[in-house]
Each structure stands twice: as structure tokens, then as C-alpha cells.
């Protein structure tokens, strides 16, 4: 059985900025309100062309490239999201086709914020099981455009990214380990976004009641995030063999600092063990835990054959954490095609496929 190998790895954050101060201007808050509540200082917002689908092929280009694959090497794509460009066709469709990842399976995966850690499951039992090779998985988040910018509770905390991992096949023993996926479906009601969907279609009410805006029971929200960050971390390294004070780092999803610190206290772990950045990007919700996996990387936190955990929470309710022994890529060689040379014939290649298709259809059309 072939083990997953975390390969590459990238992200992608727009150029805007809006700072706590920023903020203060249109809300009623400021920036130490927001410090001392949060850690977050600022965040990212995308520019007006810029979507999930856009961001995540950013981000995907990066993880191809630090893997030393092209795009039609992958077998298989799953982007995590929770603001897709469409409820169909897919995000991971759109990236597939940006990219070039003309040979890839492509499809999106809910699970909020602990949606990348279910991807990356997803991946690694599809490559243990010898269903694919090379895998993309993609955290990508435009939460600003679902911002009720009104609500000091919920405006303050989200931003917009993107992040993603190559996962590929090895017979050399490491890569990802054990993993917990969990859910509570009673607790549905404490973070959600609730038109937009078959309970509730789009009508003027859902418009003129902020039903399209995200909703939180912030206190629940917390309550619940506290008791499992250090019971999935636990039970991910007890599935891999190991002790928390065998970990060299801990990923956990960026949304509050408060949150991060009662985990390393429950974990019984120096803070230094923790990876944190969401005072500069604050909750980008799937693409937290890879953008700062990738900053981790930069910042030599994170080395080849180091043992972390990746863990999250999310709406659904979802939690989770994933094991890994860090890897990098697999190839000796660069390949002489950059990844990114695919994106810039994409648009071409997607209008010859529709014109081809046209054709077909009317060629099919005249057999009748």
C-alpha cells in the first residue's frame, strides 16, 4: 500500500488590506476591541475580479510548483470551500480547467473550516487505496462577499485566501498518518449562512433579513472550539503512534487566539508549538490551516521529517485533525514546463473545447 507524501505546497492572498482601524470607520469598534477578543489586526480582502475560483488557482500553481509536477500529472482535485463560485458546477471544476489539470477528477467538499483537513483525508485514502497518484487539494475562501459588514460580531473576524497541497504516492514510509473526522449536526445552527439554498431560495424576505450574511452564536462558537481542539489533536497523534510531546508543530485553524492558547494549554504544549499567524489574514476559514502551513514552511518552522498536526472546526458542526510526517517534494529534478505556463493558454483551450463541442453536438444532431 503506497503511502500519501505531502509534496507542495502554496498560498495566495489578495493585496488588499483592512485594518482594525479601517474597520472602525464603517462599524462600531476599534482596534483593541478587536486585539484583545480576537489577535487579529488586519485581513485580506479580494478585488472585485477576484473569486474562490480565481484565489485557489493561484494558490494551486504555487503547491504544483514546489512539488515539481505540471498539472496534467494530477489524478484528482478537491477544493474545500465555503463560498464556491456557483452552488454548480463545482469550484475544483473551474480550477481543473484553469490550470490545466486537463487528466484530473475534480469536485468540491463542505465541511466549513475543517474542510481542508477532510480533503486531505479524502486525498490520502484515495492514494492508499491506489485510486490516484498525485492529488490537489485546495482551501480557497472569499468570505468578505458574505460579510454582513454591520455586525461587529461576524465582520471583524473573516478575510479571503487561498492555500493548497500536492499530496502524491510514495512506497517510502511517511506522509500522513492517523486522522479523526468528526461532526454534530445538533449544533447546525450555531454558524451558518441561512438562504441560498433549497430551505430557504433567494426571495426579497431572505435579501431584506441579512439571511445571505454569515451567523454566529459567538459564545457557543467558542465554548465548543476550546473543548475540541485538544481532544481531535490528541486522538490524530495517538492514531499515528505518537505522544503530543513527540509533535513538532501544531496547524490549527486560524480563527481566534484565545482558542489557540486554551489548546496549548489543554495539550499541555509551549505556545512556540503552535503556528500562528491570523493577526495579519484573520479567519480564511478552509485556506487558514495552508496558509499557515506554507508560512510555517518559510519561517523554517516546518522541515522535512518534522511530526504536526493539522487541526480544525468549523460550521456543521465539524472538527478535525490530521497527522503528518512532513515530507517535500519527491522529484530531483524540475521539470522544464513551469506549472504556470498551463494558465495562459487556458482560456484558449477552454473555448476550443466548447467549440469542439458544438460541433459534436451539431454533427450528433444531423445522425438524428
Request: with cysteine.
Amino acid at each position: 500500500m503506497p503511502y500519501a507524501h505531502i509534496t507542495g505546497w502554496g498560498m495566495y492572498v489578495p493585496q488588499k488590506i483592512l485594518t482594525n482601524d479601517e474597520l472602525a470607520k464603517i462599524v462600531d469598534t476599534n482596534d483593541q476591541w478587536i486585539r484583545e477578543r480576537t489577535g487579529i489586526r488586519e485581513r485580506r480582502i479580494a478585488a472585485d475580479n477576484q473569486s474562490t475560483a480565481v484565489l485557489g488557482a493561484e494558490a494551486a500553481i504555487q503547491a504544483l510548483r514546489v512539488a515539481k509536477i505540471a498539472p496534467t500529472d494530477l489524478d484528482l482535485i478537491i477544493c474545500s470551500t465555503s463560498s464556491p463560485e456557483h452552488t454548480f458546477p463545482a469550484t475544483a471544476c473551474l480550477i481543473q480547467d484553469a490550470i490545466g489539470a486537463t487528466r484530473a477528477g475534480a469536485f468540491d467538499l463542505s465541511a466549513a473550516c475543517s474542510g481542508f483537513i477532510f480533503g486531505l483525508q479524502m486525498a490520502a485514502q484515495t492514494i492508499r487505496a491506489g485510486g490516484a497518484k498525485n492529488a490537489l487539494v485546495i482551501g480557497a475562501e472569499t468570505l468578505s462577499r458574505f460579510v454582513d459588514w454591520k455586525d461587529r460580531n461576524t465582520c471583524i473576524l473573516f478575510g479571503d485566501g487561498a492555500g493548497a497541497f500536492v499530496l502524491q504516492a510514495s512506497e517510502k514510509p511517511g506522509g500522513v498518518q492517523g486522522a479523526v473526522l468528526r461532526s454534530d449536526g445538533s449544533g447546525s445552527d450555531l454558524l451558518s449562512l441561512p438562504a441560498g439554498g433549497s430551505r430557504h431560495p433567494a426571495s426579497e424576505l431572505t435579501v431584506h433579513t441579512g439571511m445571505h450574511f454569515i451567523h454566529m452564536d459567538g459564545k457557543e462558537v467558542f465554548r465548543f472550539a476550546t473543548r475540541v481542539m485538544a481532544q481531535a489533536t490528541t486522538e490524530a497523534a495517538q492514531k499515528s503512534g505518537w505522544k503530543t510531546e513527540d509533535l513538532n508543530l501544531v496547524i490549527p485553524h486560524q480563527a481566534n487566539l484565545r482558542i489557540i492558547e486554551a489548546a496549548a494549554r489543554g495539550l499541555k504544549l509551549p505556545p512556540e508549538k503552535f503556528m500562528v499567524n491570523l493577526e495579519r489574514y484573520g479567519n480564511t476559514s478552509t485556506a487558514s490551516i495552508p496558509i499557515a502551513a506554507v508560512e510555517a514552511v518559510q519561517q523554517g518552522k516546518l522541515r522535512p521529517g518534522d511530526k504536526v498536526v493539522l487541526v480544525g472546526f468549523g460550521a456543521g458542526l465539524t472538527w478535525g485533525a490530521l497527522a503528518a510526517e512532513w515530507s517535500g517534494p519527491l522529484s530531483v529534478e524540475r521539470k522544464r514546463i513551469d506549472p504556470e505556463w498551463y494558465t495562459w493558454f487556458a482560456p484558449a483551450r477552454s473555448l476550443l473545447r466548447r467549440a469542439l463541442r458544438l460541433v459534436e453536438g451539431w454533427l450528433f444532431g444531423r445522425k438524428q
